[in-house]
């Protein structure tokens, strides 16, 4: 590859995002590290993209020739000091990594992505309750950040805290009300929670999730346990029985569907009907 490919491959790369760490550092490391003064001033953007893909392929020794420059020719900027902090990070120096993150969220309150980082860091350390004070400190200065909700949401997970993980799903659904995994998340929180009121509302979001996406085949399966559930509740009254009774129906006939559209034998769909059978013979024997 001539050097002018090299460079307006990693350009482009640059430009959208894209992000094919090892394949950018074997170009760098085959093309243009010996042609980078050609770049002109392009060279510190490549140096910075370079950095960061050396850091994901755990290539210390290249990440840490692109850092030495760049701090040579940026003494005191914050994007070289985040590059630092990654740096310490990449090498289990995590104390050191927070205190660099620290300085520069003291220096640039509206620069997320040193927040992101000290959660990153305290989720991997298992200091799961810091980690969420943390996100939370975060979310009321980016509330629009929906990885942030949903990354919130797994946290109070790992706590077995629903309601609160229920909670930052909510969010998600006021933000993008139309995507079907949100909707099917909610419901799997709601359906882990347990409890008549609860099963009803997991059933209702399992139902939005189906409308929105026909071939959810994780919340066709949940809205039939869920509606099983339902029906074994002494709570249940005939009417929300027969309801539960025509979503079952409905559901397993949408399941043999999609098995019979994939071409895949439907042992899944059977195996399922026969627990469910049992478990409504159970359940009245124990009436």
């Known amino acids: 590859m001539h050097w002018s490919e090299a460079r307006d491959l990693v350009r482009k790369w640059r430009e959208e995002n894209v992000r094919k760490s090892q394949d950018l550092v074997d170009i760098w490391e085959q093309v243009l590290k010996d042609k980078a003064h050609k770049l002109g001033d392009e060279q510190y953007l490549v140096l910075e993209q370079v950095c960061v893909a050396a850091l994901d392929c755990h290539r210390l020794d290249v990440a840490g020739k692109c850092l030495q420059q760049l701090s040579y020719n940026f003494p005191g900027s914050l994007r070289i000091r985040l590059l630092q902090a990654l740096h310490f990070e ?67 997970l790992l706590e077995q805290d629903y309601s609160k993980a229920a909670f930052c799903i909510e969010e998600l659904i006021l933000h993008n009300p139309h995507n079907h995994l949100f909707h099917q998340r909610l419901a799997d929180i709601k359906y882990t929670q347990g409890g008549f009121d609860n099963l009803e509302l997991a059933k209702s979001y399992y139902c939005q999730a189906i409308k929105l996406n026909p071939k959810n085949m994780r919340a066709l399966y949940g809205l039939v346990l869920t509606c099983y559930n339902i029906i074994a509740s002494q709570k249940c009254t005939s009417a929300k029985k027969k309801e539960a009774n025509n979503l079952i129906t409905t559901a397993l006939k949408r399941i043999h569907e999609r098995y019979r559209e994939s071409n895949v034998e439907e042992n899944p769909v059977s195996a399922l009907e026969t627990l469910m059978n049992s478990l409504q013979i159970n359940s009245t024997s124990s009436l």
């Open 90 to 156: 990449a090498i289990e120096r995590y104390d050191k990594a927070l205190e660099f993150f620290e300085s520069i969220i003291k220096r640039d309150e509206t620069n997320p992505a040193p927040r992101k980082r000290k959660v990153a860091i305290l989720k991997a350390r298992g200091r799961i309750q810091e980690a969420i004070k943390e996100l939370t400190e975060y979310l009321k200065k980016f509330m629009i950040d929906q990885e942030a909700w949903q990354e919130l949401s797994d946290l109070y």
